[in-house]
């Protein structure tokens, strides 16, 4: 089971192949990816460096151009695809159909991975990406639990990457609006959720309160600490009942079942977080890489360090984690 | 070319309604104007009050009424027994089929058999489009988040054997989880949810600390609280092609909905006249924020 690290510039990149990372994904500056965040990013001579850096180390580097461009900016995705095949990065990862035929027409020999932006959770799916563009992996959606994961790998044409650490959607990927429902801006068509620009914090005599285009997403009185205002994570009322309704601000961890994710046969883990630290980074993917190897070499005898835990949780959103989907109490 | 006049679908009911309600609605819709009727569960594969049997029965007696009978299928696809079951019901339905996750257009494009898209696929540009086409797509429905701007380019492009649809009234889906926030809401475990949307005709309201509405709980799904309503842009589309307007079953007043539509489709006349009568059917409040390019809650 490979290790799939984040590199949102140079530095975490860096960080995440001397850390023991066997392949980093990386965006370009702009909207063709879903971690588009002012300042992060690579442009051309960066993402050169980089892809370099890596090969020298024996680290693969992909490349995600996972957004649904619409039609009057098609071109500027069909561009992206042929700066990344330039830069003879090793995969690609899509999501949307149309890129899709583009770079398996354009660029026959380069490798393709549908991201999870795809929102593609069964075999049947996978197949449809298989056959008509040549896919060679997928990244799962978190919805899956083990069991499931576990028959979609039976079934599926392709490798399976799922999510190993880092924050966590709710929703399957690449069918949430709620953010361009709020802010006129979602992942599909803008490459970010929640985005900052619509984000205002104001103290009130109620407490601190954050807003998403006006939309109160959480108030906090004194003591309580102050999150990003996601906007799934945010706490509102059902009937009568005030709370994180939809999710609490937590981090997906999957440490403790690396063992199981092996041994049905998940090819590859990814760590979630281009918008965070180079030391993010580094903590994750030395953590990730000891916990791998351990398993590797003793699957039964398999058990998740304390000091692991605890970088992972020093780290982690609401600094809580969760098993997510992958556990049914969760669901 | 001569002006396209839409036809008028009414899409899946997304709630979950218990048995004598859906044959209530589904025999007033009969005697409707409405030309397209989606049946089918879309959102939750646990809701089976109503059996395919149910739904094909209903099917043939609104056929049999003139209407145009389309299945739909789940969204979202978790469990091996759930893409069985898509599978079987693409093999039997004598209906074409609503296919709302990729799997259902590959299981169809494997049988050869045209199919219909609905609003949680994603179709975001004319090259995907014409890539589905390939695969069987025959009508597709534009995703709830893109504007007008984007379908006019996409209708400049539309490959010819390919109609187009505009999700035209109702609660927005707008996202979907593994998670029952209606089960997290009443404190249950999805696996033992009791079948509590039942309670719920039009979803469970979600609202901020400051008492705005915000969205709407629907099982697994997401919904706006507010209700899209874009029988204003009526001669928008008629000068851009659009084949079909859908409207989203809602538990009350939905025939009434259907003929304020139907009257502003079969004879052109100010919309507005209607404006009052359909704000007092929704849930909330209205919203097209989407459909002018901006957040989906906004109103213009």
Request: charge should be neutral; glycine fraction near 6%.
């Amino acid at each position: 089971m490979e290790l799939i690290c984040p590199a949102g510039n140079l530095p975490s990149l860096k960080a995440a192949v001397d850390s023991g990372a066997d392949a980093v994904y990386i965006g370009f500056q702009d909207d063709t990816n879903a971690r588009h965040f002012a300042g992060l990013n690579f442009n051309d001579k960066r993402a050169g460096e980089g892809v370099t850096y890596a090969h020298e180390r024996g680290t693969r580097v992909f490349v995600a151009i996972n957004t649904y461009p619409q039609v009057s900016v098609f071109q500027r995705w069909q561009q992206a695809v042929d700066r990344a095949a330039g830069l003879g990065v090793d995969a690609l990862i899509l999501a949307d159909i149309g890129l899709l035929d583009y770079a398996a027409e354009r660029w026959p020999d380069l490798r393709l991975h549908l991201s999870v932006q795809a929102s593609a959770t069964n075999p049947a799916s996978l197949r449809f990406y298989h056959e008509n563009f040549g896919i060679q992996r997928a990244v799962l959606p978190r919805v899956l639990s083990v069991k499931q994961v576990e028959q979609v790998i039976k079934e599926s044409p392709v490798e399976i990457e799922v999510f190993g650490f880092g924050s966590l959607c709710v929703m399957v990927e690449g069918r949430c609006l709620l953010s361009s429902y709020a802010t006129g801006q979602s992942p599909n068509t803008f490459g970010a959720c929640s985005p900052a620009s619509a984000v205002r914090w104001k103290e009130t005599p109620n407490g601190l309160e954050s807003r998403l285009n006006g939309v109160l997403i959480d108030r906090y009185g004194d003591g309580e600490n102050a999150g990003y205002p996601t906007l799934c994570k945010g706490r509102f009322r059902v009937q009568e009942k005030t709370g994180y309704a939809i999710e609490e601000p937590t981090s997906l961890n999957t440490l403790s079942l690396i063992p199981d994710l092996m041994r049905i046969g998940v090819s590859a883990l990814k760590v979630e977080g281009r918008q965070r630290s180079p030391a993010y980074v580094k903590q994750v993917t030395r953590v990730l890489r000891a916990a791998i190897n351990a398993a590797k070499k003793d699957p039964d005898g398999f058990s998740v360090d304390a000091e692991w835990m605890a970088s992972l949780q020093q780290v982690s959103e609401g600094a809580q984690t969760t098993l997510g989907a992958y556990a049914r109490p969760w669901q | 070319m001569t002006a396209v006049v839409p036809k008028l679908a009414l899409g899946p009911i997304l709630y979950y309604w218990s048995k004598q309600q859906v044959e209530d609605f589904y025999r007033d819709i009969a005697d409707s104007a409405v030309d397209i009727v989606y049946l089918g569960e879309a959102v939750c594969s646990k809701r089976r009050i109503m059996r395919n049997k149910d739904w094909l029965r209903i099917g043939e007696q609104l056929q049999a009424r003139g209407k145009t009978v389309v299945l739909s299928t789940l969204t979202l696809l978790e469990a091996a027994s759930e893409l069985s079951a898509l599978r079987r019901l693409c093999m039997e339905s004598p209906f074409i089929i609503e296919a709302n996750d990729i799997a259902a257009m590959q299981i169809l494009q494997e049988l050869g058999k045209p199919f219909v898209s609905g609003p949680s696929v994603n179709i975001y540009n004319s090259r995907s489009l014409k890539k589905l086409a390939e695969c069987g797509l025959c009508r597709w429905t534009l995703p709830v988040e893109l504007s007008a701007t984007e379908l006019a380019e996409f209708q400049r492009q539309r490959p010819d054997n390919v109609e187009t649809e505009v999700f035209a009234w109702g609660r927005l889906p707008l996202a979907y989880s593994a998670r029952c926030f209606t089960a997290r809401a009443e404190n249950l475990q999805k696996d033992d949810c009791q079948f509590r949307c039942l309670d719920y005709p039009d979803g469970l309201l979600l609202s901020t600390r400051e008492d705005e509405a915000f969205l709407c709980i629907n099982g697994i799904q997401t919904q706006s609280a507010r209700t899209v309503n874009l029988l204003g842009e009526i001669n928008r589309f008629i000068e851009l092609g659009v084949d079909v307007l859908r409207v989203s079953p809602q538990s009350r007043n939905t025939i009434d909905i259907i003929e304020r539509f139907t009257a502003v489709i079969d004879e052109p006349q100010s919309p507005k006249r209607f404006n009052t009568e359909l704000e007092s059917w929704m849930p909330t409040a209205e919203c097209n924020g989407y459909w002018h390019g901006a957040a989906g809650m906004a109103r213009y």
